[in-house]
């Protein structure tokens, strides 16, 4: 018989047209019952031997997996980014890989909004306080009045610079890639990354993650940054050194930051020592209609990907 994993930590199977019609079929779909991010050997005892496609998180899916998983023909990431997977491997492996970029791209770009606003009006210090039987009149700042960096001019960071110029702020992006900034974005201007970092009030990262970007925030780069500077990422947690991060928040350096992806996931470092930072548990894509969206074409993708190999006949 053959079987399907889902390796994120939560899928909505029950509702989900394409994967039902599966079953229907007489396919077994194996869940992640840990309902957490696998580790490599997790994802390995998922797979078995037997596995022909796959819907995955973020886990890593590596050299050692693919051999492991031997039956394994198609991959539907739920979810924009690849850097979870050795796509070397699996073009070796003769794994096709998909992926669902546009899905989860508002509700992304949605939350570092409201990270931004939230790191400015001391939001979430406030209430701590206030829970603790305080009643402080903490000082924060405009969204209007800052200079908003956007590092990653792709699906999610163009709609967090339309976003911000919604609100009337200012905003500069770099982008390797991009050599002129995307129709339907006004007032939004290129610069250099170097620039970026030292002027900027607010950063917010919205790149993929890679050997050359990895620690791309970093000591000597938060030494460059404004006094003040708030940091923001709910891209991919290797893009900043959390320690150096910490110690810029610490030494009063930073005036703030919000992360919602770390390098180590759950996080247990020492950012949560720091009351100037907002934590969240990589909850980037999940609002409830992108989370639907976004499970809705990982599943046609892997059944489309299937079909494609010959494991699943159309119709």
């Not at 994120?8 to 957490?36: M, W, Y």
């Not at 009006?121 to 800052?146: F, H, N, S």
């Not at 610079?161 to 002129?180: M, P, S």
């Amino acid at each position: 018989m053959n079987k399907l994993a889902i390796s994120t930590s939560s899928f909505d199977v029950s509702h989900n047209i394409a994967l039902r019609h599966l079953q229907e079929k007489g396919i077994h779909i194996a869940e992640n019952s840990h309902k957490r991010k696998l580790t490599e050997d997790e994802v390995i005892a998922l797979l078995g031997e037997d596995t022909v496609g796959m819907i995955a998180g973020v886990e890593p899916l590596t050299e050692r997996v693919f051999s492991c998983a031997r039956s394994l023909k198609v991959i539907s990431r739920c979810g924009s980014g690849l850097d979870s997977v050795d796509l070397g491997a699996a073009k070796r492996h003769g794994i096709k890989v998909l992926n669902t970029p546009e899905a989860p791209a508002q509700a992304v770009a949605e939350l570092s909004l409201a990270l931004i606003m939230a790191a400015l009006r001391k939001v979430c210090q406030t209430d701590k306080l206030v829970r603790a039987g305080q009643w402080p009149r903490a000082q924060g700042g405009l969204l209007a009045a800052q200079k908003v960096g956007i590092v990653g001019l792709g699906r999610v960071g163009s709609r967090v610079a339309r976003l911000c110029r919604a609100f009337e702020a200012q905003v500069v992006a770099h982008d390797t890639y991009v050599k002129e900034v995307p129709s339907g974005i006004e007032g939004v201007k290129l610069t250099p990354f170097e620039t970026l970092i030292a002027e900027a009030d607010i950063i917010s990262l919205h790149l993929t993650y890679d050997a050359d970007t990895h620690h791309l925030l970093n000591e000597k780069a938060f030494a460059r940054m404004k006094p003040g500077a708030i940091v923001i990422n709910t891209a991919r947690g290797g893009l900043i050194d959390e320690a150096a991060l910490a110690d810029a928040l610490n030494s009063g350096r930073l005036g703030g930051a919000a992360m919602d992806v770390f390098e180590q996931e759950p996080y247990h470092g020492p950012l949560l020592q720091c009351d100037n930072a907002i934590l969240t548990s990589h909850i980037g894509s999940l609002a409830k209609e992108s989370r639907q969206r976004m499970e809705l074409e990982a599943a046609e993708n892997l059944v489309r990907g299937l079909i494609e190999v010959g494991v699943v006949e159309k119709g």
